[in-house]
Antibody, heavy 114, light 107 residues
Framework: QVKLLQSGAALVKPGDSVKMSCKAS????????IHWVKQSHGKSLEWIGY????????NYNEKFKSKATLTVDKSSSTAYMEFSRLTSEDSAIYYC???????WGQGTLVTVSS | DIQMTQSPSVLSASVGDRVTLNCKAS??????LNWYQQKLGEAPKLLIY???NLQTGIPSRFSGSGSGTDYTLTISSLQPEDVATYFC?????????FGSGTKLEIK
């Protein structure tokens, strides 16, 4: 069955970067684009962008264009998102999703604190 | 960006009730509207895609309808396990956007 396994929680300092992962299994990794979504504590969901694992092509929400970088490693069926120049506003749960949002990872909690 | 407005923000109903959740888009989204259920501490779960298509494995008490800018999720007979926050989501235009959610509670 389709599974998306995300990396564990991260505690990072303001100004630092964080790179989180999303390992896919149960399907052909290059057949479906991977989306990333942010959920701030107690709030709604924001679409960050997507990456096409086959071509490496990306599409970002303008709001996150200077903040997020999406990459993939086809050899390990893993997608990555790096978030840079972190502030307290970036503290949130980050999800990856595939199959046009039918399948979601369990989320990675990022806490930005000095 | 397309704004998605959900109402009500909180809904309290009794077990067995018919429940209706609303989602209004700021412009026509051509039925490219999904509904998600999110329980506390869990990832969102797809219930309905493209307005009225029930995702595999989802109970038939869930149904969706709508067109243009106005969409509805209906639970025909509310069950205790339906306590959750429900989000609508449009995938008609970039950037993709979610509603702010309706929190569903049991009276």
């Amino acid at each position: 069955q389709v599974k998306l396994l995300q990396s564990g929680a991260a505690l990072v300092k303001p100004g630092d970067s964080v790179k989180m992962s999303c390992k896919a299994s149960g399907y052909t990794f290059t057949d479906y684009i991977i989306h990333w979504v942010k959920q701030s504590h107690g709030k709604s969901l924001e679409w960050i962008g997507y990456i096409n694992p086959y071509s490496g092509g990306t599409n970002y929400n303008e709001k996150f264009k200077s903040k997020a970088t999406l990459t993939v490693d086809k050899s390990s069926s893993t997608a990555y998102m790096e978030f840079s120049r972190l502030t307290s506003e970036d503290s949130a749960i980050y999800y990856c999703a595939s199959h046009w949002f039918a399948y979601w990872g369990q989320g990675t909690l990022v806490t930005v604190s000095s | 960006d397309i704004q998605m407005t959900q109402s009500p923000s909180v809904l309290s109903a009794s077990v067995g009730d018919r429940v209706t959740l609303n989602c209004k888009a700021s412009q026509n989204i051509n039925k490219y509207l999904n509904w998600y259920q999110q329980k506390l501490g869990e990832a969102p779960k797809l219930l309905i895609y493209n307005t009225n298509n029930l995702q595999t494995g989802i109970p038939s008490r869930f149904s969706g309808s709508g067109s243009g800018t106005d969409y509805t999720l209906t639970i025909s007979s509310l069950q205790p396990e339906d306590v959750a926050t429900y989000f609508c989501f449009q995938h008609n235009s970039w950037p993709l956007t979610f509603g702010s959610g309706t929190k569903l509670e049991i009276k």
